[in-house]
């Protein structure tokens, strides 16, 4: 709040004896006037009366004329002087008024701040709740309980763009966990506890895949995955944008599709395995893609696959056809220790003379090139 502001400065009131002290002078000078036109008439010696006693009646009327101009005078000046008073205190009510008004506007904003920090300290708490809550669901030994602690992390990060990467960290780090598919030979009991994570790993996965798509208002951007390590079953990244996104070491069961996905940033798939078919078909990667030592036990296709930094696929596995039919590799491109068993197509594809020189190494006969 500012300071007060200061009041005008004021005329100091006319002291009690003005008037009566004015009146007096003015009497006194008409009163002199009077007696000094007197004896000038006097003086004058007139012998006619009549006109001695009109001059002496022209000297009272100036004498009242003198006594009557310094009333009206001092009239005037006091009438001047209220008018002046007035305007002053006009201008003092109107900068009073103003500073009301300015310390009011004032108080309304200090408010409004005090509210808007309530309410936000507010929903951080409720925030953290809600975050708290969830994850402590996620931990619990019910199937049910973990779904509903899913749904209740997906709601906060629609919600609360701020906490997305936060949830998305959080789904990664709950795939990361060990688990053992379901066997056919174990005990019943077992089984339907590995069904029912499954289950749950499935809901995770189809809550990253749905926001990672660009659909409008449920498109979750720049998000990082790190799914290093994880089991991930059937994943369906196709159509995805990602920011940087590992898959290091993981273990794609049931088949992986990156379809036209994007990567703005670097992609890490050294020492993956991919159980079935693994799709980057027109996928995108800004960045680097790094396939280092990973496996491919069914077919692998980069068909139209576009990467702008480095890609590495030395030493990996490819137990299936491997297709990169279109691929257009920009950068730094070693297929150093590839192994190839069944064809490898390469039909108008774009790499340097090294990468074709390493690749004729590796798979031999088996290389198809346009």
Same mark, same amino acid.
């Given at each position: 709040m500012s300071d007060?502001?200061?009041?005008?400065?004021?005329r100091p009131p006319l002291p009690r004896w003005t008037v009566p002290v004015v009146a007096g002078v003015v009497l006194v000078a008409s009163g002199?006037?009077?007696?000094?036109?007197?004896?000038?008439? /006097?003086?004058?010696?007139?012998?006619?009366?009549?006109?001695?006693?009109?001059?002496?009646?022209?000297?009272?009327?100036?004498?009242?004329?003198?006594?009557?101009?310094?009333?009206?005078? =001092?009239?005037?000046?006091?009438?001047?002087?209220?008018?002046?008073?007035?305007?002053?205190e006009l201008s003092q009510r109107e900068r009073a008024q103003a500073h009301t008004e300015q310390v009011a506007e004032t108080n309304r904003l200090h408010a409004e701040r005090v509210a808007a920090a309530a309410e936000s300290d507010a929903a951080a708490r409720r925030v953290t709740e809600l975050?708290?809550?969830?994850?402590?669901?996620?931990?619990?030994?019910?199937?049910?309980?973990?779904?509903a602690g899913l749904y209740a992390l997906e709601r906060l990060a629609q919600e609360n763009p701020g906490q997305r990467q936060t949830v998305v960290n959080l789904l990664c780090a709950y795939l990361r966990m060990p688990y053992?598919?379901?066997?056919?030979?174990?005990?019943?009991?077992?089984?339907?506890?590995?069904?029912?994570?499954?289950e749950v790993r499935l809901t995770a996965q189809r809550i990253l895949t749905t926001h990672l798509r660009d659909a409008g208002d449920s498109h979750w951007a720049d998000m990082d995955l790190d799914l290093s390590g994880g089991v991930?079953?059937?994943?369906?990244?196709?159509?995805?944008?990602?920011?940087?996104?590992?898959?290091?070491?993981?273990?794609?069961?049931g088949g992986a599709d990156f379809t036209r996905a994007t990567f703005t940033g670097d992609a890490g798939f050294a020492g993956t395995s991919f159980a079935k078919v693994g799709w980057f078909i027109e996928a995108s990667f800004a960045g680097n893609a790094d396939f280092t030592g990973a496996s491919f036990a069914a077919k692998a296709s980069f068909?139209?696959?576009?990467?702008?930094?480095?890609?590495?696929?030395?030493?990996?596995?490819?137990?299936?056809?491997?297709?990169? /039919?279109?691929?257009?590799?920009?950068?730094?491109?070693?297929?150093?220790?590839?192994? =190839?068993?069944?064809?490898?197509?390469?039909?108008?594809?774009?790499?340097? /003379?090294?990468?074709?020189?390493?690749?004729?190494?590796?798979?031999?006969?088996?290389?198809?090139?346009?």
């Open positions: 007060p502001t200061p009041p005008a400065p004021s002199v006037a009077l007696w000094a036109l007197w004896r000038w008439i /006097d003086g004058l010696a007139l012998a006619d009366a009549g006109k001695r006693a009109t001059a002496q009646l022209d000297a009272v009327k100036t004498a009242s004329g003198i006594a009557v101009g310094g009333g009206g005078l =001092f009239a005037l000046y006091l009438a001047a002087r209220r008018q002046r008073t007035q305007e002053l975050y708290t809550k969830a994850s402590e669901q996620l931990g619990s030994d019910k199937a049910p309980v973990r779904l053992p598919p379901p066997g056919e030979e174990e005990d019943r009991a077992l089984r339907d506890t590995r069904l029912q994570e499954r991930l079953i059937g994943l369906d990244l196709s159509f995805c944008h990602l920011r940087h996104a590992t898959f290091a070491r993981a273990s794609f069961i068909r139209g696959t576009s990467i702008a930094g480095d890609a590495l696929f030395d030493a990996v596995s490819f137990e299936g056809p491997a297709d990169f /039919d279109a691929a257009e590799l920009t950068g730094v491109a070693s297929f150093g220790g590839a192994s =190839f068993a069944g064809p490898a197509t390469f039909s108008g594809a774009s790499l340097p /003379d090294h990468a074709w020189e390493a690749l004729s190494a590796s798979a031999g006969e088996r290389l198809f090139r346009a």
